[in-house]
């Protein structure tokens, strides 16, 4: 087990771009590196980052931040680049219980509109790892304009997605191929998601009873026909 602070140091992870981690990972396996001890490697740090990541983040705060999403007007959730597919993932699952949420910045033509619609009663939840992807950064200025409350979630409390941020989340990223892990991330989003629904009552579950109903009804999953 490691403190906060000591897993703030060894949740980071400095990035020096893909090829040269893709060089390093290549050399290692041609100097006789074997496949079970890489997978055996990658098992390890997965593990190490979800611990890293949970021993970063206040219970009190993810549980305020939870809060805050379920009285919220509006949740975007603001994700681009190597990050989009966890930010759509997350808003997907929340709006299954909520009617809330909306990923921003998926379709180029619809961000104008969703940008119009930010204010000081909505949230958005941004993720941004290294190497900080511009379009997030800029859309999380334009919350900050619309005074729209500011969740970051990313790698360094020294992230410029930090810097302007009301409230920051750290996932450890550190991983053994080139591309900085996803976990920790995905760890926080499942948390934050599934706290919202514990502390919700009969109108998420009708929700997700509808939704069921609905799948069922059109086929849309094998085990549900």
């Given at each position: ?114 940008v119009r619609k930010l204010g000081a009663e909505d949230v958005m939840i941004c993720l941004s790892l290294r190497p900080y992807a ?92």
């Amino acid at each position: 087990m490691c403190t906060r602070q000591a897993c703030r140091v060894t949740a980071k992870d400095t990035y020096s771009g893909y090829h040269d981690r893709a060089k390093a990972l290549h050399g290692s396996h041609a100097g006789g590196e074997q496949t079970a001890q890489f997978h055996l490697a990658y098992g390890q740090q997965s593990m190490r980052n979800i611990h890293e990541t949970m021993v970063n983040a206040d219970p009190l705060v993810i549980d305020g931040i939870a809060e805050r999403l379920r009285h919220a007007r509006r949740v975007f959730v603001n994700a681009q680049m190597g990050q989009r597919h966890i930010g759509s993932y997350a808003s997907y699952v929340a709006s299954l219980a909520f009617d809330n949420w909306e990923a921003i910045g998926i379709e180029p033509s619809g961000v104008a509109s969703q940008v119009r619609k930010l204010g000081a009663e909505d949230v958005m939840i941004c993720l941004s790892l290294r190497p900080y992807a511009t379009q997030t950064l800029a859309l999380a200025k334009a919350g900050v304009t619309a005074s729209t409350y500011i969740i970051a979630i990313t790698d360094s409390p020294h992230s410029p997605l930090a810097m302007l941020a009301d409230e920051v989340l750290l996932g450890a990223t550190a991983n053994q191929h080139f591309f900085p892990s996803q976990l920790g991330a995905l760890y926080l989003f499942e948390t934050i998601i599934g706290l919202m629904v514990a502390k919700s009552g009969n109108t998420v579950q009708d929700n997700l009873r509808k939704i069921e109903s609905f799948s069922i009804n059109h086929g849309e999953y094998d085990e549900w026909r």
